[in-house]
């Protein structure tokens, strides 16, 4: 239980295109779902929560008009980098928290941006 | 601002050996506490999580708290060089929050 996939794992992109990218609870529902972006050989770096049916929180330093975030049912999350630039080059992570313990974080397989 | 401290490491133990991995962190009235596995190249997975002081066991991990010391550790037990990746230490802080504050991370290599 709690499978959680993304998609798509890779995805090369020129730089000034959006991408979209799929976070799906597979086996639950999942009141909330995180965005996360890691860097080589760095943590975990949260962007936003999205809550199912609201607007997303944005962390400090997160551009909300160019990192999209919609939460459009309980098992969907998706991102959308706008106009990506090569710096936006990074693993993009979801999770999701299970309805009723939304604390126990379950997370996505990954996907790894490159901006050409 | 909540933090959570991991020594990055990274910690090489030979294979069989029992690796334990550190955690502090700031906040004192935080609740819970999770350890995370994460390979390189893929994201992190859900190992252990603890609550209550003391010791929990699940197969050959064991994770640790002392709420006093503010201090959570992971045991793992026999260490397989499958063991190798980076750990991460999670902490839910406390005031209701649901959002975990993460450590760096310490890299683990388990060696034949």
């Known amino acids: 239980g709690a499978v959680v996939s993304q998609h798509p794992s890779r995805v090369i992109c020129k730089s000034g295109t959006s991408v979209k990218i799929e976070c799906r609870s597979l086996?639950?529902?999942?009141?909330?779902m995180f965005w996360y972006r890691q860097f080589p050989k760095q943590s975990l770096m949260l962007m936003a929560t999205s809550n199912e049916g609201s607007k997303a929180t944005y962390e400090q330093g997160v551009e909300k008009d160019k990192f999209l975030i919609n939460h459009a049912s309980l098992t969907l999350s998706t991102l959308t980098v706008t106009s990506a630039h090569p710096e936006d080059s990074s693993f993009y992570i979801c999770?999701?928290?299970?309805?009723?313990?939304?604390?126990?974080?379950?997370f996505g397989p990954g996907t790894r941006l490159t901006v050409t | 601002q909540k933090e959570v401290e991991q020594n990055s490491g990274p910690l090489s133990v030979p294979e069989g050996a029992i690796a334990s991995l550190n955690c502090t962190y700031s906040d004192r009235g935080s609740q819970s506490f999770f350890w995370y596995r994460q390979y390189s190249g893929k994201s992190p997975e859900l190992i252990m999580f603890?609550?209550?002081?003391g010791d929990k066991e699940d197969g050959r991990f064991t994770a640790q708290l002392n709420k006093a010391s503010q201090y959570v550790s992971l045991l793992i037990r026999d260490s397989q060089p499958s063991d190798s990746a980076t750990y991460l230490c999670a902490v839910l802080p406390s005031g209701g929050s649901y959002i975990p504050t993460f450590g760096r991370g310490t890299s683990l290599i388990v060696h034949p």
């Open positions: 999770s999701a928290g299970i309805q009723g313990r939304s604390y126990e974080q379950y």
């Open positions: 086996d639950f529902q999942a009141t909330t």
């Open positions: 603890i609550y209550s002081n």
